[in-house]
Nanobody
Framework: QVQVAESGGGLVQPGGSLRLSCAAS????????MAWYRQAPGNQRDLVAL???????SYVDSVKGRFTISRDNAKNMMFLQMNSLKPEDTAIYYC??????WGQGIQVTVSS
């Protein structure tokens, strides 16, 4: 059974940092592309960052230079380092494994 779970969210002030983690089990982790998505209230779920199984990386324009995606295949984990956070980064963040597997989501709130 494949399980995907996010951790590391919370409340942070504008300009602050958070590191999200995504842990996966029950799957050959290294064989899959991984991604972070986010969904703000009233909005659709949008791609934030992608890291492929060959370590190709891409970001949505709004987070370039502030967010860094990475993965550790030995630990079956993916990360999203978020710096210089803005109120508009507030959303539920989701980890996606391959095409079909999602985590339950974790809240990130950027507010003073």
């Amino acid at each position: 059974q494949v399980q995907v779970a996010e951790s590391g969210g919370g409340l942070v002030q504008p300009g602050g940092s958070l590191r999200l983690s995504c842990a996966a089990s029950g799957i050959i982790f290294r064989a899959y592309d991984m991604a972070w998505y986010r969904q703000a209230p009233g909005n659709q779920r949008d791609l934030v960052a992608l890291i492929t199984r060959t370590y190709m990386i891409s970001y949505v324009d709004s987070v370039k230079g502030r967010f860094t995606i990475s993965r550790d295949n030995a630990k079956n984990m993916m990360f999203l380092q978020m710096n210089s956070l803005k109120p508009e980064d507030t959303a539920i963040y989701y980890c996606k494994l391959g095409e079909h597997f999602w985590g339950q989501g974790i809240q990130v709130t950027v507010s003073s």
